[in-house]
């Protein structure tokens, strides 16, 4: 087997960091983030999103706002390291956000305009695999991995140190603490061959929120929410392929001082396109979009997202280095 064809899969498994499609925007991480790969690899990415609709979509909370119709960049950047703990793979990283959103609501036949840009809340991630193969510590063991069936325990945890304005409700930053948890669930489906590789993915978590004592003088609460996002993923070649996502959110009913809103039960579509360009470099195309939403309290989004991940190991760019002398 030549370097070139082991290293490519060596970073071919380089997990395409969290999305990080973040646990905003439509909360829904790409497909095959939770891929294992060798120990010590280490991943940054960038991602712009954009996104129009209803709700926040730096909020997770999904709160709507019925007759309102938002617009926002949002971009990501971020850095995840994989790790052995216990010999199982285990991944910790980090994702801050930043961008713009600005809305307009109109109540009455009055429109009421806001904007908001700056840096978001930061959210740490932590993933350890539970039940599937040990972590890989070695080039025999990354050779060797198929994921079969894997589950992992996941813990999200953001910081409510982004840009935040109380006189206004629309921001970047949420002023109170968030996270979830949760449990990737990866199902080999056929042969694990690069090009003719097929997964299921399923991601069951339930958000938790804190209160924003600061919300326009006033107290938000949010009750937990549940959230499932599944994927169905196929190689087309060994550098391309492709996926179906699907997402289903329940709960999250907000209250303002105790003036309660509804709470959601939405369901989201979308379509992922991934392509391995080099050793590195990965870059993955997608578009969600919610489906059940024609009353006007349901959720409505629409995301497209551009993701490009820089991922390398230091044993991997050693061999590389050792390669080009020959």
Do not use: C
């Amino acid at each position: 087997m030549k370097f070139v064809t082991f290293s490519w899969f060596i970073f071919a498994l380089i997990p395409v960091t969290p999305a990080f499609f973040p646990s905003q925007a439509l909360a829904q991480l790409p497909a095959r983030f939770y891929l294992k790969s060798l120990s010590g690899g280490s991943a940054v990415p960038l991602i712009v999103e954009s996104i129009s609709g209803n709700t926040n979509p730096f909020d997770p909370a999904h709160n709507v706002t019925a007759g309102a119709n938002f617009d926002a960049t949002m971009s990501l950047a971020g850095y995840a390291l994989a790790f052995p703990l216990f010999d199982r793979a285990a991944l910790a990283a980090i994702i801050v956000p930043m961008g713009r959103i600005s809305g307009e609501v109109t109540v009455a036949g009055k429109s009421v305009s806001q904007s908001a840009k700056g840096f978001g809340d930061p959210m740490l991630e932590f993933d350890i695999n539970l039940i599937g193969p040990p972590a890989q510590k070695n080039i025999p063991d990354v050779l060797r991995y198929e994921p079969g069936f894997s589950l992992d325990l996941l813990a999200d945890l953001a910081l409510p140190i982004g840009e935040y304005d109380s006189s206004q409700s629309l921001n970047i930053g949420q002023n109170r603490w968030y996270g979830r948890v949760a449990m990737p669930v990866i199902w080999q489906l056929g042969p694990w061959v690069p090009g003719r590789r097929t997964t299921l993915e399923i991601l069951p978590s339930v958000w938790l929120f804190g209160d924003n004592t600061d919300y326009g003088g006033k107290t938000l609460k949010t009750d937990p929410s549940f959230q499932l996002d599944a994927h169905l993923t196929r190689d087309f070649t060994e550098q391309l392929w492709g996926a179906i996502d699907g997402t289903y959110y329940k709960g999250g009913k907000s209250s303002v001082d105790g003036v309660s809103g509804t709470s959601s039960s939405n369901i989201g579509v979308g379509l992922t396109l991934g392509y391995q360009i080099n050793d590195n470099l990965n870059l993955t195309f997608g578009y969600k979009s919610t489906v059940n939403d024609s009353a006007p309290d349901d959720l409505k989004m629409d995301v497209f997202m551009v993701s490009l991940v820089y991922g390398w190991h230091p044993l991997v760019e050693g061999m590389k280095r050792l390669s080009g002398e020959k």
